[in-house]
Nanobody, 126 residues
């Protein structure tokens, strides 16, 4: 599986962005997918995850109510809709997946995830 993240950019606080992660060369529809982010000088952190069907989603407390993860298996793409963005959301955002890891487990097992996208920069100005 190859993952290609896109959609990052510069936005003012309170604005919105939608990230996309397109998958190729694999059975995307069978895998849970997750989004992570890493801000300068900070460790990578979990943002959101979605199960293979899209029926179950999980979020970090810091983004609950503001971010929405979704997927379109027909397009082999997972999305992260980000609303009410804050300067603290500034980071490089990565999508990730692994057939061995459930969506629920992604927050606690990020280091075992095998497939990672290249990252897309999100910058929120105050």
């Amino acid at each position: 599986v190859q993952l290609q993240a896109s959609g990052g950019g510069l936005v003012q606080a309170g604005g919105s962005l939608t990230l996309s992660c397109a998958a190729s060369r694999g059975t995307f529809s069978s895998y849970a997918m997750g989004w992570f982010r890493q801000a300068p000088g900070k460790q990578r952190e979990f943002v959101a995850a979605i199960d293979w069907s899209g029926g179950s989603t999980y979020y970090a407390d810091s983004v609950k109510g503001r971010f929405t993860i979704s997927r379109d298996n027909a397009k082999s793409t997972v999305y992260l809709q980000m609303n009410s963005l804050e300067p603290e959301d500034t980071a490089v955002y990565y999508c990730a997946s692994d057939p061995r890891v459930t969506a629920q487990a992604m927050e606690v097992r990020p280091n075992v995830l095998y497939y990672w996208g290249q990252g897309t920069q999100v910058t929120v100005s105050s």
